[in-house]
């Protein structure tokens, strides 16, 4: 890995064995982006890709010279990375290279969550110096190589350097111009309980976006994006990925041009924002993680994956197998006491399970969800001996606890909101909209994080709670906050999101032992912003097994497994309604981190035996399931939509678990096989199958050995449904391998 700079070309290249970017200074002083893609020999000159160079960039209005931080106003008028109001008012805005640094590792971002370094020795930094003298506006342009890794990771810092004061309309972490429009931009989009269905159309002149403005990422579209050649597979051809390290209002958008060439622009949604930067002033953008792939997008995938498992992650629960739970929300709803909990628990120890989660309704007068968010005082009536008590039970049954808290919120109906109303988010002028029976409150403030902060570690101080599940139900209206100016408000957003990051920094920070898990009424808030804080999210409120082969798939595209909570629920499912073999259940919550959401006290003696065995499933192949490699195989997405299949294969090839999804049973199926892939085509495995005889019929009979060149070339052969204990809809068959 290094970053070189030839002052005699006036260009810098990052790179290591699996990518390069590079970047020229161009005549008129302008930062031309030259290329980024595989690996492209050192010491040399690529300066001739940059088109229209020899022309003068200015004088060509609308020609496609590719830039690296484009700004509009002077001939440029693809979309912009920077767009400020000057203070005469106007905002043309032409950077010019001013000064560049190479610095050893990576420092962290202000206030932002951000991908670090363990050896400074892992990365490089570039920070290029651009400026506008006009404009009297400085960027700063933050690019980070690992030695590893296939990726760069972007951010950019706007600094004020004249003396009044100047207003940032719209700053992006990153931009991005390739050459061609040949791609097709593949999204993660959906609603609450089915987030993250892959959307897949191909670029069209013009722009195509996903974007948010709730204040949140949001459960309609991921931070994530990636461009695919209409070619492009799992296994084959070029991907770049476009991944935004930040929870608030993001934007990452596509424009072809009328050359047809493409832009890509990644960062805070300017749609709503605005950031008044008095003189000598700095705005610091949150960073992007570019990734590419010429192996498709499972190479993309676990670039993101280990990237976001060892580098963004954070605390000592970042290495740590994660403990199996169960959470009593769909067990319970608000409906339970202490027997009725230590009840769950008892039963769930006995199948095995690791850690008990009370979920939402232990405090205040919460029965329903009408009241007594922000009261973060235990409910006696429900739990007498309160949390420290009913913590101390769950120890002594052999179990970690757990609890819920939804700290951003207040309900109408609550101590907290009778005592402040100014904290909860609202225009003076107008009625608050209430969301699921609740504000929010204004995390801009300073005092409402701190007094979060105080509550919260009271809170964890009182009681043995190794987990926290921090929910986040309702998204943002009427932003605005009365601490700030009229021509502040544009900051609102950001502001919010800003405060979010720093309660999470402290209490993470005080409660290290602590593992964290996010989530957002399921995957609404599930972005690698909050990965930094809790390495774990709640995927989706949906818990049936159908559902939530097209979510984890999806999901899967960035996230690893290891961030991904799974649970197992009960028949009819909740969301759905629909009734899936336990078996089923489990065998796509396994590719997760894995729990249950149901009442074991409720299980017949059959299925209890199903759920101990999948316990103990879990716990041997853990490691393997919550670290490997994860590799999609056949994707819910696509074809007749009536089959998923994936498998996680251990860094080192030796063994793998591999899950089928049958959806709807076929009449008179044909004979079947699936290329495995990740293997040593060297080494022999043996083969088993799970559920094994007992929970439905047992595997085929498969030769037990086989040689990873056969199950990647020829294919595992699947069974087929032909056998009458296999008919069925909602089929799932697990295969372990395992070298011999
Ligand atoms: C939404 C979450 O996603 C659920 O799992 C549960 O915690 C409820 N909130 C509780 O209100």
Request: glycine fraction near 12%; aromatic fraction near 10%.
């Given at each position: 890995m290094a970053i070189e700079w030839s002052a005699a070309a006036r260009e810098f290249h990052l790179r290591n064995d699996q990518v390069s970017y590079v970047i020229r200074v161009l005549e008129n002083g302008s930062l031309g982006h030259v290329y980024f893609g595989a690996t492209l020999a050192e010491g040399k000159s690529y300066g001739h890709l940059v088109p229209g160079e020899f022309y003068g960039f200015s004088n060509r209005l609308g020609q496609p010279v590719p830039l690296e931080f484009p700004t509009g106003g002077t001939g440029d008028y693809r979309i912009p990375a920077l767009t400020v109001e000057l203070p005469d008012?106007?905002?043309?805005?032409?950077?010019?290279?001013?000064?560049?640094?190479?610095?050893?590792?990576?420092?962290?971002?202000?206030?932002?969550?951000?991908?670090?370094?363990?050896?400074?020795?892992?990365?490089?930094?570039l920070e290029i110096t651009v400026a506008d003298h006009v404009a009297q506006i400085e960027v700063r342009l933050l690019y980070t190589i690992y030695r590893d890794r296939p990726l760069v990771v972007r951010e950019a810092r706007i600094v004020n350097s004249g003396p009044s004061p100047v207003i940032v309309r719209g700053a992006m972490s990153a931009s991005l111009d390739l050459p061609d429009a040949g791609w097709e931009f593949v999204s993660l989009s959906g609603e609450w309980a089915r987030e993250c269905h892959v959307e897949r159309l191909a670029l069209r002149p013009g722009r195509q976006s996903v974007s948010s403005t709730r204040g949140a990422s949001g459960h309609q579209h991921n931070p994530f994006v990636a461009l695919t050649r209409p070619s492009t597979t799992e296994e084959h051809?070029?991907?770049?990925?476009?991944?935004?390290?930040?929870?608030?209002?993001?934007?990452?958008?596509?424009?072809?041009?009328?050359?047809?060439?493409?832009?890509?622009?990644?960062?805070?949604?300017?749609?709503?924002?605005?950031?008044?930067?008095?003189?000598?002033?700095?705005?610091?953008?949150?960073?992007?993680?570019?990734?590419?792939?010429?192996?498709?997008?499972?190479?993309?995938?676990?670039?993101?994956?280990?990237?976001?498992?060892?580098?963004l992650a954070s605390g000592p629960w970042r290495d740590r197998v994660r403990p199996i739970v169960i959470n009593n929300w769909e067990a319970t709803y608000f409906n339970f006491d202490e027997p009725k909990l230590l009840a769950i628990a008892s039963a769930a120890h006995d199948l095995g399970i690791e850690l008990f989660v009370l979920d939402d309704g232990w405090f205040g007068r919460r029965n329903d969800d009408t009241t007594s968010l922000g009261?973060?005082?235990?409910?006696?009536?429900?739990?007498?001996?309160?949390?420290?008590?009913?913590?101390?039970?769950?120890?002594?049954?052999?179990?970690?606890?757990?609890?819920?808290?939804?700290?951003?919120?207040?309900?109408?109906?609550?101590?907290?909101?009778?005592?402040?109303?100014?904290?909860?988010?609202?225009?003076?002028?107008?009625?608050?909209?209430?969301?699921?029976?609740?504000?929010?409150?204004?995390?801009?403030?300073?005092?409402?994080?701190?007094?979060?902060?105080?509550?919260?570690?009271?809170?964890?101080?009182?009681?043995?709670?190794?987990?926290v599940k921090w929910d986040m139900n309702r998204n943002i209206t009427e932003p605005y906050s009365p601490t700030l100016p009229a021509w502040r408000q544009g900051e609102f957003m950001h502001r919010y999101i800003l405060g979010v990051y720093s309660l999470y920094e402290r209490l993470t920070r005080a409660f290290p032992e602590v593992l964290f898990e996010s989530c957002a009424g399921g995957g609404g808030r599930f972005d690698p912003g909050m990965l930094a804080f809790a390495p774990q999210a709640w995927t989706s409120?949906?818990?049936?097994?159908?559902?939530?082969?097209?979510?984890?798939?999806?999901?899967?595209?960035?996230?690893?497994?290891?961030?991904m909570s799974a649970h197992v629920s009960a028949v009819p499912n909740h969301q759905v309604g629909r009734v899936t073999p336990l078996a089923t259940r489990a065998a796509v919550a396994f590719f997760g981190v894995f729990g249950y959401e149901l009442d074991p006290t409720t299980l017949s003696v059959e299925e209890r035996a199903d759920v101990a065995d999948q316990v103990a499933f879990y716990k041997q192949w853990r490691d393997l399931l919550q670290r490997g490699r994860f590799l999609r195989l056949r994707s819910p997405f696509e074809g007749d939509r009536d089959e998923t299949a994936w498998m996680t294969v251990a860094r080192d090839g030796r063994s793998a678990v591999v899950g089928h999804y049958r959806i709807l049973s076929r009449p008179n199926p044909g004979p079947q096989r699936l290329r495995l892939r990740g293997l040593d085509p060297t080494a022999a495995y043996r083969v088993s199958t799970w559920p094994s005889a007992g929970q439905v019929a047992a595997g085929p009979a498969i030769p037990v050995v086989l040689g990873g060149d056969e199950l990647m070339s020829a294919g595992l052969v699947l069974e087929s449904n032909r056998a009458s204990a296999e008919r069925g809809d909602f089929r799932a068959r697990l295969y372990v391998l395992e070298a011999t």
């Open positions: 008012g106007s905002g043309a805005v032409e950077l010019r290279y001013k000064s560049h640094r190479i610095l050893p590792g990576k420092a962290g971002l202000p206030g932002l969550p951000s991908t670090y370094v363990d050896l400074g020795l892992e990365a490089e930094t051809g070029e991907a770049y990925g476009f991944s935004l390290v930040y929870s608030g209002n993001f934007l990452l958008e596509a424009e072809v041009d009328s050359f047809g060439t493409t832009r890509v622009r990644a960062g805070i949604n300017p749609d709503g924002f605005s950031w008044l930067l008095g003189p000598g002033a700095e705005f610091v953008t949150p960073e992007v993680v570019l990734v590419f792939s010429a192996g498709g997008l499972g190479e993309l995938s676990d670039a993101y994956h280990c990237l976001f498992r060892e580098r009261d973060w005082q235990v409910n006696l009536s429900k739990l007498p001996g309160g949390l420290d008590s009913l913590a101390r039970k769950v120890e002594d049954i052999g179990m970690r606890f757990g609890i819920w808290i939804e700290p951003e919120m207040v309900s109408r109906h609550s101590d907290l909101f009778a005592q402040h109303p100014e904290w909860a988010i609202g225009i003076p002028t107008r009625p608050r909209t209430e969301g699921r029976n609740q504000y929010v409150l204004d995390m801009s403030r300073p005092e409402v994080v701190n007094h979060l902060f105080g509550v919260v570690s009271q809170i964890l101080g009182s009681a043995p709670i190794a987990y409120d949906d818990t049936d097994a159908i559902e939530r082969l097209r979510i984890q798939w999806g999901t899967s595209l960035p996230y690893p497994l290891s961030s």
